[in-house]
């Protein structure tokens, strides 16, 4: 996904539409819209390097990585089989997430999805469903996008580098019921135990600036820049822009001075599952 990102970033860069894009090459503007967002991907290199040749793209090194993430690329898109069942942007928020190298995360609403179990997760869902009109089908399926997701914390290489920071009204907001919470707080102290995530909360009862909606900032290493994806009220809203990186980055390192230090999580967890 990574590179279908970067594919649209050098597009714009270059002023192209996507029908001047692929003019008189051999696939068509709907096809590099599905590059784009992570839903198909480009066959050969020779493709690739047609685009770039076209974007105006000439540094070897840049080139030969972008090489290095088409051949990548094709052992993943895993979530191209629900293509039917995401919503609109879904499919290059799953995408970009799932090739970030790291991520740091605010969430002030729920549970962070990659922290989710499969139970608050559906009691999500079924909380939604008469309200937004889903399917049972539509339901599981995105049980299902959610545990795959979180796979990117265990993968043999280069697992993701997680950092949250929860508002405390988040853990304390019950879904479904006690249990469910319960079993919630325990897996999130379960994941605590890997050397690549890490849990700030941040309680109710300090005076912080609060962001009111969640955000994701993801780094891939260079060439490609940095992405902040933040939640806004039809939908989801994704960026490289600097002056957008640095304010979202700006807003984390405030959050994570104010929460409390991550050694102090398990035992707020613990304390949470004694209170509910």
Known sequence: MQLGWELKRL??????????????????????????????????TAELRTLLDRYGVEDEEDVDFLMQVHRDSLNRGWWSIYRSVLPSGMGMYIGLESGARTSRTWQPNVVFGLLQTERYARELFQAAKSIEETTTEFVERHIQIRMERKKALRRRDNPMELWVIQDEASLRRVVGNPDVMREQYKEIETLLGLDNVTVQILPMATPAYRPHTNFNLWEFGTPLPTVVQSDVADGSDISDKETTIWSFSRRFENLRAAALAPGETPAFLQRLAREI
Request: net charge positive; no cysteine.
């Open 11 to 44: 597009r714009d860069k270059a002023g192209f539409t996507l029908a001047e894009a692929v003019d008189g090459l051999t696939f068509s503007p709907s096809k590099l819209h599905r590059v784009e967002n992570g839903l198909t991907g480009l066959k050969t």
